[in-house]
């Protein structure tokens, strides 16, 4: 029987492969919140006062980043918001069930949003226009550009100070490396936790586990019993393919070389602030959408949000 690591005392049951060494539950979970906490100072992604709202799904990653939070900061300037997308087959009640039971149980305020509500369409009805008009749009894409708007609008609605998302490591590298094959260098910017809000209008999001490998949420989500529902979204196919090919990529050289991602992660971070930061901080406020008022991109006219409900033939001014 092999001890643990860190403590010496009690049995090792996880075997950390980028760091060596083997970990019994409790000093596994101690070892990820210690890094999150870490990763918060570090980038000063929140300060003892701030006002945190989690933006969650209720997947596993959801768990662990609400578990940890409740250990590194005051629960009670905390709160949690879910977005309901609205896609058949892709029922989210008994993620919600969780969700529901730990804010409660925890006294965190709880704001449930369905996109049927916030846009006046569910995601399916979105989807279906889209693909009626022949606009060639991934489902992925309207998902991500509402479900971000609706995160932002309870984020200013209700004074909180920052927006915290549960992407791990796998995401991060993920998304990293699409913008730098694209040679995306705004994207890779707004992708750092450094990077400047560029609008007043804007609640900064913030990313704690984005040092914390996919594999080890599963696992932590697994030794703390969390029971999540395994129902995949049926769009998920539609997922942009390179994200899928670096995915798989990232696996296999992760598997032979273990700690590769976390080093690529950092190479990416200390490139971004060496030689990208700087040029940033230069940046104008951005504009604002000549529809609906929110801010949108240098030069653009219109918001992401108009845009693509305008396209669909159904544009109206939605909050953010
Ligand atoms: Fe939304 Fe795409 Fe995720 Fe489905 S797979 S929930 S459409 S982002
Ligand atoms: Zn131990
Ligand atoms: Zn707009």
């Excluded at 049927?116 to 606009?135: M, N």
């Excluded at 070389?257 to 200390?270: H, N, Q």
Aim: aromatic share 8%; proline share 4%; net charge positive.
């Amino acid at each position: 029987m092999r001890m643990c690591d860190a403590c010496g005392i009690r049995e090792a049951r996880v075997l950390q492969r980028h760091s060596g060494r083997a970990l019994c539950s409790e000093c596994f979970t101690k070892d990820i919140a210690e890094r999150v906490r870490r990763e918060v100072v570090r980038y000063s992604m929140f300060s003892p006062s701030e006002r945190l709202l989690l933006a969650l799904s209720g997947g596993k990653d959801s768990f662990v980043l609400m578990e940890v939070i409740r250990e590194i900061h005051d629960i009670s300037k905390t709160g949690v918001v879910t977005v309901v997308e609205g896609i058949e087959g892709y029922n989210r009640e008994e993620d919600l069930e969780w969700l529901r039971e730990g804010s409660r149980a925890y006294g965190i305020d709880l704001h449930i949003v369905t996109l049927r509500e916030f846009t006046g369409y569910r995601l399916d009805d979105v989807v279906k226009l889209s693909s009626a008009r022949g606009l060639g749009v991934s489902p992925c894409t309207y998902c991500g550009v509402l479900r971000r708007r609706a995160i932002n609008y309870v984020a200013r609605l209700h004074g909180y100070d920052k927006v915290l998302t549960a992407h791990n490591l796998d995401d991060e590298v993920q998304t990293s490396l699409m913008n730098l094959l694209r040679g995306d260098t705004a994207r890779l910017i707004q992708n750092h936790p450094l990077s400047p809000t560029l609008s007043r209008y804007f609640v900064k999001r913030v990313k704690p586990l984005r040092k914390v490998y996919e594999w080890e949420t599963s696992v932590y989500a697994y030794l703390r019993d969390f029971k999540f529902q395994g129902a995949e979204c049926p769009y998920i196919t539609s997922r942009p393919t390179l994200r899928a090919e670096l995915r798989d990529y990232l696996y296999e050289v992760e598997l032979s070389k273990p700690g590769t991602i976390m080093r690529m992660l950092e190479a990416v971070d200390s490139y971004v602030e060496r030689v990208l930061l700087g040029r940033a901080s230069q940046l104008p406020e951005l504009p604002q959408c000549e529809f609906c008022g929110s801010p949108t991109a240098y030069g653009r006219r219109l918001c992401a949000t108009c845009d693509l409900l305008s396209r669909l033939g159904i544009l109206k001014a939605i909050p953010y």
